[in-house]
């Protein structure tokens, strides 16, 4: 009897599918969300609003995507407002209305795109800077480069584009395909190559790594390069889908980005990621947005639930809870606590 | 017979009086007893030395004493009292301790380590300055007191310490090691200097390895073995051989699989010739096939950084031979297979699984046509981690979740999995439970009869004889013997060890340099360099401007401009506290707006005076809950900085539009001339900034506040043991930050004159750009608030200078973006050079 169960201890199982908690957690709100908005407020789980409302969360869901990249080699990248801000005005500006010109605007987004995240990496990677410092100036250049291409006047976008990235097939907005082909390319990178698994495991233990042997420097490098091809991504669709863009459509974007890395649990001091989990919570973070509306309460208590959710979020994956709770269930008696 | 304790006491020293009593003291770790029934007394006027083994508990007993470890069992009577000691009554009661690893602040200067740490009496009677000389004259410290404690050596660093240590002076004073890292002449000085000490009634405890030192200094020698006492004696009635037999003769539960039979003429399979790197000096060894080189020594003697140095993970000279090929260092990075003493550290990825881990180096042996093949991999660990025996809830666990021995074992699978042409174990059943030991001495056994050579490095002398071949002894590193065969036992690597008199290669001097240039060389390698750069800068982009344009230096231009800086002036300045702290506050920005929207309800035209100073008050109150909010989930609830200050800033900004949906309640109109009241062409206000600068700037340099700040920024473990309290300290820090954004949102309310609740959050990202500037460092410990000061003058001159010199947008991104980068790449290769220079 006990040697049954000895044997079965010690066999070393696994399960195809692991589920992570904060992958759990994320997706019980958002189905409560949009439970909840059902039974409050209509009007934000219509067919209307709901396509109104992905192509912008399939915006946020590839930007996130880019930042967790980065937050998972334990860095932080300011530069995805100034990447989705030139995206957005090259792929206006330089066809100027005209389809022809969209395929060679988007190779130079792609160009521009490619240097940045370059240039981040090299910062960080080889000379040591921090991340906020490094891509705090690229995000400036990125903006100078943004205002080099438009002088900072809006223009609208293509015909082609915007019946892209705007259009819908078989009733679901584009954009959500767009932001499903990048989870499906960054999880099978990542999850399933050789690189990806280096990946993570630099990013896990960037010190363990090296003993190991891994080019830890080069994947710290690309980590930026692979963020700012995302952004671009994501500001070529949000051209298509906003009728007049501005220079500055890539800030709105900055804090959510981080945001959904952290709602997802991807911790900011690098290692493993969640690519599913971070789609998710850029849907939960934008359908808020709907509920709120539709409640007709003021906007601002959409951004206080939003802090809200953020802090709960980290205190999930950062308190010890363990902890929290034997001293809970053993008070210490009149002994007074110094703060 | 061994086990018949030894005491003998001189008439004459019995009438000296004890001091220290520590009476059946028992310590467990885990359950596993680190001391147990261990009595020693401390009289005045003697030393008293502690011998024994690597682990036999001499530094669990001496921190006991100094009250950093509670005893389980036992008493600590002091001047024949009992008390219960903590490092703060320890302090108080006259002793001190010299620790192993020194607790000093690397970015601070060396006056000011002395300032941090020591009482304030200390200093009373002169000025700091020489009273910081004539300390470190004592212990024959040769270093300028402005130079940064980052730029010591090892040693230099040692005599820091004990410098302090002898400053308080001491009832009793405790040295762990001191001479180690210590060359002959400042070794002499310490010992007349402890010798001086003890004739003046000084209660001496020195703790060492070395024989040599016992007979020169001690009089009274304790042993330890096991964490038991072994035997206490006059040193002038015990010989080496009686001190030997009682340090040695360990029990070691564990089995060792059989040793390799030596067969003549097998290949040699690996070969270290003439190594030298840092650390280790002209090491030398060979293996042959299915033998095991064990690295002995005393505890931090080279062994480590030999072994990785044999990893590629450092530099090294001379040559290493695998297989008769010889190896450079990068290619010994990606083939050898190190498993290092701390796992936590840089053995496994803590976060990721056990089968994560296990592949991690074995990747490329998975591939499938392109992506990895899930069934190979399965395979090829699953198999691995079996054979091993590794007892793991599921593939799928976090390794972090497995005990000690389980992880090690992890480990060896995924030495095992990579093909390594050779395996570098440091210390491999560290943390390891006796039974897992076993198996992890059969594996290695096992890796070394299938031809690849195994280097072990343990700091248990009973471990290397059960299971190497051949072994080395190192002695600041250098080899001071090699034991073959019948040789290879625990008595021999000891008595190598003990009687071994090699002094340290480090030197304790640093290279001279020529006085005239030491100045300019700490003005570079100081806090100020960055300032003179901006002055510099600011003065020349002034002039260039002024030639294109002559109304620049106009009073209403100089006016516009000086008050463009003070919002961002005081939010900096606040930015500065945090990133001092090594943390960051992305939250100022919108504090900044909101503090101007709450005062946009109470400071309008027509509201009485005590409305306004409601307001005011108002203000600073919310500052101050929203610093502490930042400060407390940091320290408490362990958010990263960035993580509860991004939380703190949306919520702000939703609070804002909660209060203000737009612009609105304009702003008290003498309330705003008051802010923007000028002095010719000067604002008061930028005056006032000029005033609260320069006055944190002393007090982060002069006063008991500013050193705690910076101490807790640098090296938080360090603060810790030097008396600082971090968590309040943190806090506090945070409080600040928010204070100084008080004083900016005031300056924004003159500036746009209305409640707009989309104002101020710009405000995040330059402050941190002006106190990067500045040469604030983001890693803590180091920066000024003038530096900041000058860091918001140049952006608001940058961005001036544009519409002056008729540029476009473009152009003032373009500069931010390279004003940064280059500021940053720039101070970081000072600093990346400097700490060369002090390797």
Redesign the interface.
């Known amino acids: 009897m006990s040697n049954a169960t000895m044997r079965e ?2 066999r ?4 195809r599918f ?1 589920i992570a908690p904060g992958f759990v957690a994320i997706a019980i709100a958002t189905i409560a969300l949009f439970a909840v908005g059902g039974l409050l407020a209509p009007s934000s789980v219509s067919h209307s609003a709901i396509v109104g409302m992905l192509p912008f969360a399939a915006v946020l869901a590839i930007a996130g995507l880019g930042q967790m990249l980065v937050v998972q080699q334990g860095g ?1 990248d ?1 530069s995805v407002a100034g990447g989705i801000s030139l995206a957005v005005v090259i792929s206006t500006h330089e066809p100027a209305g005209d389809d022809s010109k969209l395929g060679p605007a988007i190779l130079m987004a792609v160009a521009f795109a490619i240097g940045a995240g370059l240039i981040n990496g090299i ?1 960080v990677s080889r ?4 991340s ?3 891509t ?9 480069a ?3 291409v438009s ?2 006047t809006p223009r609208s976008t293509t015909k082609l584009l915007a019946s892209v990235a705007d259009g819908t097939t078989w009733g679901i907005p584009n954009a959500a395909f767009f932001a499903i082909g990048a989870l499906v390319v960054v999880s ?1 990178l990542t999850k ?3 690189a990806g ?2 990946f ?2 630099i990013g ?2 960037p ?8 080019r830890v420097r080069v994947h710290q490098t690309l980590s930026f390069v692979w963020a700012q091809l995302l952004y671009c991504l994501a500001g070529v669709l949000l051209a298509g889908i906003t009728n007049q863009p501005t220079a500055f459509q890539g800030d709105s974007l900055l ?1 959510p980005s ?2 959904v890395v ?1 709602l997802a649990g991807t ?3 690098g ?2 990621g969640f690519p599913i989990s971070t789609v998710i919570a850029a849907l939960f973070l934008r359908q808020l947005q709907q509920f709120v509306l539709a409640l007709g309460v ?11 959710a ?2 709960v979020g ?2 999930l994956y ?3 809870w363990a902890s929290v709770r034997r001293r809970l269930i053993t008070p210490k008696t009149s002994q007074a606590i110094p ?1 | 017979m061994t086990d018949t304790t030894i005491r003998t006491v001189t008439p004459a020293q019995a009438a000296q009086a004890t001091v220290l009593d520590l009476t059946h003291i028992s310590k467990l770790y885990s359950g596993v007893a680190a001391l147990s029934d261990v009595s020693v007394e401390i009289r005045s006027g003697e030393v008293h030395a502690i011998l024994g083994e690597n682990g036999a508990g001499k530094s669990t007993l001496m921190n006991v004493a100094s009250g950093t470890v509670q005893p389980d069992g036992g008493a600590i009577v002091f001047d024949g009292e009992t008390v219960t000691l903590t490092p703060t009554v320890a302090a108080r009661l006259g002793i001190a301790i010299v620790y192993q690893h020194p607790a000093v602040l690397p970015d601070m200067t060396v006056l000011e380590n002395l300032q941090v740490s020591l009482p304030a009496s200390v200093f009373d009677g002169g000025p700091d300055e020489e009273i910081a000389e004539r300390l470190l004259d004592g212990v024959g410290l040769d270093v300028h007191l402005r130079d940064r404690v980052e730029l010591l050596t090892v040693a230099q660093k040692h005599l820091l310490e004990i410098a302090k240590a002898f400053a308080i002076q001491p009832k009793v004073l405790i040295l762990d090691e001191p001479t180690a890292p210590l060359g002959q002449a400042s070794v002499d000085l310490l010992f007349s200097r402890v010798r001086k000490a003890v004739a003046e009634g000084v209660a001496v405890v020195y703790i060492t390895h070395r024989l040599a030192e016992v007979r020169e200094l001690a009089q009274r020698v304790t042993v330890l073995r096991d964490g038991k006492f072994r035997g206490e004696s006059a040193v002038s009635a015990i010989t080496d051989a009686e001190l030997l037999a009682l340090i040695v003769g360990r029990q070691l539960e564990s089995t060792f699989p059989p040793k390799h039979e030596t067969v003549e003429g097998e290949a040699v399979v690996f070969e270290v010739a003439g190594l030298s790197g840092d650390g280790f000096h002209d090491v030398s060894m060979t293996a042959r096939r299915g033998q095991i080189l064990g690295v002995s020594g005393v505890a931090g003697n080279g062994q480590s950084e030999f072994l990785r140095a044999l ?3 450092t530099p090294f000279t001379g040559t290493v031979t695998v297989d008769g090929v010889e190896k450079h260092g990068h290619q010994l ?3 050898a297979a ?1 498993m ?1 003493a701390d796992r936590h ?8 699984t ?3 881990n296990a ?3 074995a ?2 042996k ?2 499938g046509w ?3 093949s899930r069934k190979k991999e ?1 395979g090829r660990v ?1 198999d691995t ?2 054979s091993l ?4 809830p ?3 666990a976090e390794v972090s979740s497995l005990s000690g021995g389980n992880q090690q074992k992890v480990v060896m699978a ?1 030495t095992l999995l ?1 093909e390594p042409s050779v395996v570098i174990a440091d210390e491999p059943t560290q943390g390891v439970d006796v039974g897992a030991r076993a198996e992890i001495y059969r594996i290695l056994r096992e890796v070394a009869d299938s031809g690849i050579p195994v280097i072990v490095n343990s700091s248990d002398s009973k471990e290397l004889e059960g299971l190497c071949d051949k072994v080395i002894v190192l002695s600041r590193g250098s080899v001071v013997e090699t034991l073959t065969g019948r040789d290879v036992n625990e008595q021999m690597m000891i008595s190598a060890a003990v009687h071994s008199t090699t002094s340290s290669i480090s030197t304790d001097r640093s290279a001279a340099v020529p006085t005239s240039r030491a100045g300019v060389r700490r003005f570079i390698q100081g806090d100020y360099a960055p300032s003179a750069l901006l002055v510099a800068v600011v003065v020349l982009l002034g002039a260039f401007i002024l030639t294109q344009n002559d109304r620049y230096l106009s009073a209403f231009n100089v006016s516009t401009v000086l008050l463009a800086v003070t919002a961002l002036g005081f939010i900096a300045l606040g930015q500065t506290v945090s990133l001092l702290l090594g943390g ?1 506050d992305l939250s100022v920005g919108p504090l900044s707006g909101f503090l101007v929207v709450i005062a946009s309800f109470f400071v309008n035209d027509k509201k009485p005076v005590v409305v306004i100073l409601v307001g005011l008050l108002l203000m600073v109150v919310v500052a101050v809950a929203v610093g502490f909010v930042n400060g407390s ?1 940091i320290r408490f ?4 900085p ?3 200050t ?6 702000l ?6 209060l203000r ?1 737009g612009p609105d309640g304009y702003i008290n109109s003498d309330v705003v001339a008051v802010i923007q009241l000028t002095v010719g062409p000067i604002p008061v206000a930028f005056i006032v900034l000029v005033a609260v600068a320069v006055l944190a700037e002393f007090f982060l340099r002069r006063r008991r506040w500013g050193w705690r700040l910076r101490a807790t920024g640098s090296d938080e473990e360090s603060a810790r043991r030097v008396g600082v309290r971090v968590n ?1 300290t943190v806090i506090l820090g945070y409080v600040l930050t928010s204070l100084f954004t008080v004083l900016g949102a005031v300056m924004l309310m003159g500036q746009i004159g209305v409640g707009d ?1 989309s104002q101020g959050v710009g405000y995040t ?1 330059s402050s ?2 002006a106190v ?1 500037l500045g040469g604030t460092s ?2 803590g410990g180091r920066g000024t608030f003038i530096g900041t000061l000058l860091g918001a003058l140049l952006i608001t001159q940058l961005l001036n200078a544009t519409t002056f010199l008729g540029l ?4 003032q ?2 500069f ?6 280059v500021a ?2 720039a101070y ?2 000072v600093r ?1 050079r400097r700490r060369r220079a002090a390797a």
């Open positions: 201890t010690n070393l199982t696994t399960s692991r932080i300011l910062l000379l040591r800077l921090n906020i410092i490094a705090l100036g690229m995000n400036a250049l990125l903006y100078g943004v205002f080099a002088g900072g099978v399933k190559t050789v698994r280096r993570e495991a896990a233990n010190a363990a790594a090296r003993a190991v042997g891994l804090l981080v945001a952290v911790s900011l001091l290692g493993r003021d906007t601002s208590v959409q951004t206080l639930v939003q802090a809200i953020l802090a980290v205190a950062s308190v010890n703060v | 990893a590629g993970l990075l990606r083939e190190f290092p550290a840089e053995g496994l990825m803590m976060t990721l056990v089968r994560e592949a991690v180096a990747l490329a998975f591939r392109w992506l990895l399965l699953t981690l079996q025996d590794v007892k793991a599921s593939l799928d995924r990579s960051i989930l609830a362990k958010f990263t960035i993580a509860a991004l939380a703190m800033y949306i919520a900004q939703g609070l804002s539009f909660v949906d309040r609740p990202l941190i750009t990067v983001l890693l476009s947008t473009l152009w991104y373009v931010q973006g390279l004003l940064i980068l940053a790449v970081s290769f990346s």
